[in-house]
Structures are given as C-alpha cells and as structure tokens.
C-alpha cells in the first residue's frame, strides 16, 4: 500500500525559502520507473504542477516555476524534499505530493496515482 | 505552457449523464493519450478517476468514462449521483514532459 505525507512549515515569511519534506511509504524511489512529485492548490483555486523527480534523479519542474524550485530526494529515507525560494503571497496554497509509476516506459502511465493528504502553507508577514 | 480549459461549473439531475470537456493544444490533450482526471471534494485530496484518456483505476465506478478528439478531452458522469458532486480536474502530459492542469469543474447535482 502506497502513502505519502507532506510535512513542513505552516507559515512562511514573504522572501523566505521553503521546504516541504514528503515521505512515502509502500516503494523505493531507487527502483526503476518510480517518481515523486508536488501539486499545489491556492485556496479555492485550480490545481498547479510544480515538480517531478524519477528514480534515476532526473527532474520535471514547471516552466514557470524553474527557477525557484529544487526538487531532491533521500532514498534510504524515503523522502522527497521540495524547496521553493523567494516566497510571496500568491504562494499560499495547500502542496501536496504524489506518486508515479511509469515502468519502463515513462511517456506512458503519466498520471498520479496517489496523492498525499496535502499541507496548507501560508504566506504572510 | 497554458492551462488546459475546463467549464467553469456544469450540473444535472441525479439520474441523468453530464460531459465535461478539457480542451487544449496539439502540445498536450492532442498530441498524446495521456489525459487524466480527478476528482475532489471540498477538503480533500484529489483522486485519480480517469488515466490515459479512457482508462478506469480499480474501483472507480463504471459510471465515470473518458473519451477525446483532437485536443478536447472530455469526462462523462452516466446515472447521476449525489455523491458524484465535487470538483473535477484534467490532466495533461506535454511534449515539454511537464504537466498542465485546468482550471477545474464543479459538479452539481440538482
């Protein structure tokens, strides 16, 4: 059985860098076609893809968003860590992690299968 | 890479079938059968409904298809449930191998 929890700081200053950790249990981001990623969600608003990271430490970030993510993993942990830097209001939102699974053929199965629980992150000073 | 565009809100009457649509670019919806939907309530996380256009998870009920032409997708929700209202999201992977997002639906049910 396949979890994922999102945990990290509920309050942001506005310039701060954040880090969100995601831990995961029920697979191993060391076995081929395993990825973890974020989504992140402002408060009654649309759903955002942030970043992707496979099994083999190639990594997805959203175009618009490159330049102020990180997106790095600690495989004996079983952790995900996200950082996003350069925090401002537009920011707050809940982040959640989720899993893929693309077996040996990652332009196939490009959905997330599950999702985290979801952190709520608020900007404010 | 834009979002992908959903209705804004669509409703029915329980018993009845609903679509809603997610249109994009050859980039995206069009290019490849890589759709996906999800479904969210109020609160919740959201949860995988439809993967790779047509394709159902274990459990979702067989009320819940997909379907697409040209760069529309599109949701269909037969036998209307109470349980069926929540918010619902597509999905795309781009040629970028990135994902884009819509806007998202909100289901009613009459």
């Known amino acids: 059985q396949i979890t994922l929890k999102e945990s990290g700081p509920t309050l942001v200053r506005p310039t701060q860098t954040l880090t969100l950790t995601c831990t995961f249990s029920?697979?191993?981001?060391?076995?081929?076609?395993?990825?973890v990623g974020w989504i992140r969600q402002p408060p009654g608003k649309a759903l955002e893809w942030l970043a992707l990271?496979?099994?083999?430490?190639?990594?997805r970030y959203s175009p618009s968003l490159r330049r102020r993510l990180t997106i790095t993993k600690d495989t004996s942990k079983r952790q995900v860590v996200l950082t996003m830097t350069n925090m401002e209001a537009e920011d707050t939102a809940t982040y959640y992690c989720?899993?893929?699974?693309?077996?040996?053929?990652?332009?196939?199965?490009?959905?997330?299968?599950?999702w985290g629980q979801g952190t709520l992150v608020t900007v404010s000073s | 890479q834009s979002a992908l565009t959903q209705p804004a809100s669509v409703s029915g009457s329980p018993g009845q079938s609903i679509t809603i649509s997610c249109t994009g670019t050859?980039?995206?919806?069009?290019?490849?059968?890589?759709v996906s939907w999800y479904q969210q309530y109020a609160g919740n996380a959201p949860k995988l409904m439809i993967y790779e256009v047509i394709n159902r998870p274990s459990g979702v009920s067989n009320r819940f298809s997909g379907s697409k032409s040209g760069n529309t997708a599109s949701l269909t929700i037969s036998g209307l449930q109470a349980e069926d209202e929540a918010d619902y999201y597509c999905s795309s992977y781009t040629s970028n191998r990135v994902w884009v997002f819509g806007g998202g639906t909100k289901l009613t049910v009459l």
């Open positions: 029920g697979f191993s981001l060391g076995t081929s076609g395993e990825a």
């Open positions: 050859s980039s995206d919806v069009g290019g490849y059968n890589s």
């Open positions: 990271l496979y099994w083999d430490d190639d990594e």
């Open positions: 989720v899993h893929r699974s693309c077996g040996s053929d990652c332009w196939s199965r490009p959905h997330f299968d599950y």
